[in-house]
């Protein structure tokens, strides 16, 4: 949790430097993107822990994890304050606005590949099986013609 807390952090100050730099939030891109991926990659982190021990989450971990979220929650309002003020107008909703629609799209992405994954599945189950049919259905002709060649 420390190394998503140090890249939100990082990018967040390069957020910082390319506004007092620039004056215009819009060259610090790359930055916004890797602090959100870093909030994002914090939080599935704590979720992969919490199914990994089945619900019985380590009170060390929830309180790393909600120190680690407060900190990047203060940043993001930081990030919010920026936007709103050297950007232009309107700039924080439609980040917001984007953001959800990205969420939105990563979800129907993960959807379809784990739907495409299980016909994968499917699909050799099925080609296992009739491979394994034909086979049981070569030894059983190949049987009956040897039993028909021995009488």
């Given amino acids: 949790m420390l190394a998503e807390l140090a890249a939100a952090n990082a990018a967040f100050q390069i957020v910082k ?3 007092a730099n620039s004056g215009d939030v819009l060259k610090a891109g790359k930055a ?7 909030k994002d990659d914090l939080k599935k982190k704590h979720d992969k822990k919490k199914r990994s021990i089945f619900g019985n989450v380590e009170k060390e971990t929830d309180l790393e994890t909600f120190l680690a979220l407060e900190e990047i929650n203060k940043k993001e309002e930081e990030l ?9 107008p309107g700039l924080w909703n439609d980040w917001i606005r984007f953001q959800a629609e990205a969420r939105v799209n990563r979800q129907k992405e993960k959807e ?5 994954r299980q016909e994968i599945i499917e699909i050799t189950i099925l080609a296992t099986a009739i491979i ?13 013609i040897h039993l028909k060649n021995l009488q």
């Fill in 17 to 19: 430097q390319a506004v």
């Fill in 32 to 38: 916004i993107s890797d602090f959100v991926t870093a």
């Fill in 80 to 88: 919010k304050q920026i936007m709103i003020y050297t950007g232009r």
């Fill in 112 to 116: 379809r590949l784990k739907k495409r």
């Fill in 132 to 144: 394994f049919g034909i086979g049981l259905l070569a030894v059983f002709t190949w049987f009956v």
